[in-house]
């Protein structure tokens, strides 16, 4: 899952955020209703203000996302995240990958006005992505799991048609790289909680923790 929306916004004009689920990188982008992404559709999404306050986003069905808007009322960085913990349990023993509980997270900015980049993370229970201050051309991101920075964990980075770059976040959990393309970019990084346990009677034998970023640089 991830969110696309217009990275700068205007101060009490309406601002849209769009909710997606497939394979950014290959362009596949599910339908709303179908059976795929019906298999997500319990999420919440979540409005972190400049002040700090949170608000859910309520939103509505379109083609092939789920669409929320909000009226920013105040100069800085607002935080959308997205947050699903409520997926049935998935068996992909024919795949060698067993049977697991899946926990999404997303989330991105938009700049009223400030010039400023620097996002919340808020999932204590999973894996997040955080941007924060870097050096001029670069950007910068801290993987958090449980609020403890994820060292030596891989992070992908995806474009449109097919291009997709590998880091590893440092022993802070942190990466640095630059974005050679005026585009979108989706960050998507994964760990596995090696802890068994049942949701709505199915048993799992592990939560696998997913968190997409994205960047629209243009």
């Not at 916004?9 to 769009?18: A, L, R, S």
């Not at 808007?69 to 105040?74: A, E, I, L, V």
């Not at 100069?75 to 349990?89: A, C, F, Q, S």
Request: with cysteine; hydrophobic share 35%; proline share 3%.
């Amino acid at each position: 899952m991830w969110i696309e929306t217009n990275a700068i916004g205007n101060k009490d004009k309406e601002h849209i955020v769009k909710v997606h689920y497939g394979e950014y990188s290959y362009g596949v982008y599910e339908e709303v209703g179908g059976d795929t992404f019906n298999k997500v559709k319990n999420f919440t999404l979540w409005l972190v203000a400049p002040d700090g306050t949170k608000e859910v986003l309520e939103v509505s069905p379109e083609a092939n996302f789920y669409k929320a808007t909000f009226k920013p009322s105040q100069k800085g960085v607002y935080t959308v995240l997205l947050d699903n913990n409520d997926i049935e349990v998935i068996d992909f023993t024919k795949y060698d990958f067993g049977i697991f509980k899946t926990h999404y997270h997303s989330a991105t900015t938009i700049d009223v006005g400030s010039g400023n980049i620097n996002s919340v993370a808020d999932n204590a229970s999973g894996i997040a992505v955080k941007r924060v201050e870097a050096e001029k051309g670069k950007v910068k991101f801290q993987v958090l799991y449980k609020g403890t920075p994820l060292a030596k964990n891989e992070v992908a980075i995806y474009m449109a048609d097919q291009w997709s770059k590998k880091l590893t976040t440092d022993d802070e959990g942190y990466i640095t790289f630059t974005l050679p393309f005026n585009t979108q970019y989706v960050l998507e990084t994964t760990i596995k909680e090696e802890v068994p346990g049942v949701f709505r009677g199915k048993a799992y034998e592990f939560i696998w923790h997913c968190a997409t970023y994205t960047i629209l640089n243009n």
